[in-house]
């Protein structure tokens, strides 16, 4: 899927697909309350007692306010550890929601692909991304069976574009295993577009009547890649046509950063 540019530093932004199951996604069990309630412009308009529900996953702390979704690192005494003992601390876990702060103000700012209104801020010394819930959409993974084919359609034919210089994360099918700080790989190597590296069907809000996007989400692994890394797993709604994209895909993407497979650290079961 190819969005057409209105700026004049980038040709085009490709947002395609880069999912995981949703049942496996981490933030799967929250996503679907974005849905539910009136967007607000200003998504820290809620009085702080106005929580409905909180969500903690190892690495995040989600709290859904009646207007707003707010996710936080989590404290340290709060890490779980692992059988060896060792503590299993999250991996850029600031980097990241500034990464998707940053990247959700350009994208509002020089698009019309459709996202939260959001604010970054402190609190308890703790890194806190506040966004507004979307109204009047579901979930792409939440469209009916029958009625998907219909609705990746209608995706496929949704255009935008953006403009920005912002960090560059490696994709998360490449940054679950290997933790180390990449390389910036040279534009020299291939056109580079905008990326969303996450664009899955739990990260997407559709008209359920239309199947007109009405909001996108999680964009913490955003960046400016060469296109081929959007793969199209959006489509596939079935565990092993997605895992065999990311099987194909791993080789080329580490190519872009100089390294082959064999190169490929597992740190999923350590620590630092």
């Given at each position: 899927?190819?969005?057409?540019?209105?700026?004049?530093?980038?040709?085009?932004?490709?947002?395609?697909?880069?999912?995981?199951?949703a049942?496996?996604?981490?933030?799967?069990?929250?996503?679907?309350?974005?849905?539910?309630?009136?967007?607000?412009?200003?998504?820290?308009?809620d009085?702080p007692?106005?929580?409905?529900?909180?969500?903690?996953?190892?690495?995040?702390?989600?709290?859904?306010?009646?207007?707003?979704?707010?996710?936080s690192?989590?404290?340290?005494?709060?890490?779980?550890?692992?059988?060896?003992?060792?503590?299993?601390?999250?991996?850029?876990?600031?980097?990241?929601?500034?990464?998707?702060?940053?990247?959700?103000?350009?994208?509002a700012?020089?698009?019309?692909?459709?996202?939260p209104?959001?604010?970054?801020y402190?609190?308890?010394?703790?890194?806190?991304?506040?966004?507004?819930?979307?109204?009047?959409?579901?979930?792409?993974?939440?469209?009916?069976?029958?009625?998907?084919?219909?609705?990746?359609?209608a995706?496929?034919?949704?255009?935008?574009?953006?403009?920005?210089?912002?960090?560059?994360?490696?994709?998360?099918?490449?940054?679950?295993?290997?933790?180390?700080?990449?390389?910036?790989?040279?534009?020299?190597?291939?056109?580079?577009?905008?990326?969303?590296?996450?664009?899955?069907?739990?990260?997407?809000?559709?008209?359920?009547?239309?199947?007109?996007?009405?909001?996108?989400?999680?964009?913490?692994?955003?960046?400016?890649?060469?296109?081929?890394?959007?793969?199209?797993?959006?489509?596939?709604?079935?565990?092993?046509?997605?895992?065999?994209?990311?099987?194909?895909?791993?080789?080329?993407?580490?190519?872009?950063?100089?390294?082959?497979?064999?190169?490929?650290?597992?740190?999923?079961?350590?620590?630092?």
């Amino acid at each position: 899927m190819h969005f057409s540019t209105q700026s004049s530093s980038v040709n085009r932004l490709r947002i395609d697909t880069d999912i995981n199951q949703a049942h496996k996604h981490p933030m799967a069990m929250v996503l679907s309350h974005y849905g539910q309630a009136e967007q607000r412009l200003s998504p820290t308009s809620d009085p702080p007692d106005d929580v409905r529900d909180t969500w903690r996953t190892w690495e995040r702390c989600v709290v859904i306010k009646k207007h707003s979704i707010v996710k936080s690192e989590r404290r340290a005494d709060e890490f779980p550890r692992l059988p060896s003992g060792k503590i299993l601390r999250p991996w850029w876990a600031q980097e990241r929601l500034r990464n998707e702060a940053a990247t959700l103000k350009s994208v509002a700012a020089n698009t019309t692909i459709p996202v939260p209104d959001c604010q970054l801020y402190t609190r308890d010394g703790l890194l806190h991304l506040e966004m507004a819930r979307i109204v009047n959409g579901v979930l792409l993974l939440d469209v009916e069976p029958g009625k998907r084919a219909a609705a990746v359609r209608a995706v496929d034919n949704y255009i935008g574009s953006v403009d920005a210089a912002l960090p560059v994360f490696p994709p998360s099918r490449i940054y679950d295993l290997d933790r180390r700080v990449w390389p910036r790989v040279s534009r020299d190597c291939d056109e580079f577009v905008l990326c969303h590296n996450d664009l899955a069907p739990q990260n997407i809000f559709v008209d359920p009547d239309t199947f007109r996007i009405v909001g996108i989400i999680d964009w913490e692994f955003a960046g400016y890649f060469p296109p081929s890394f959007e793969l199209p797993l959006w489509k596939e709604f079935e565990r092993d046509a997605r895992k065999k994209l990311y099987d194909d895909a791993r080789p080329r993407d580490l190519g872009v950063f100089g390294f082959g497979v064999d190169d490929l650290r597992d740190d999923r079961a350590s620590s630092p």
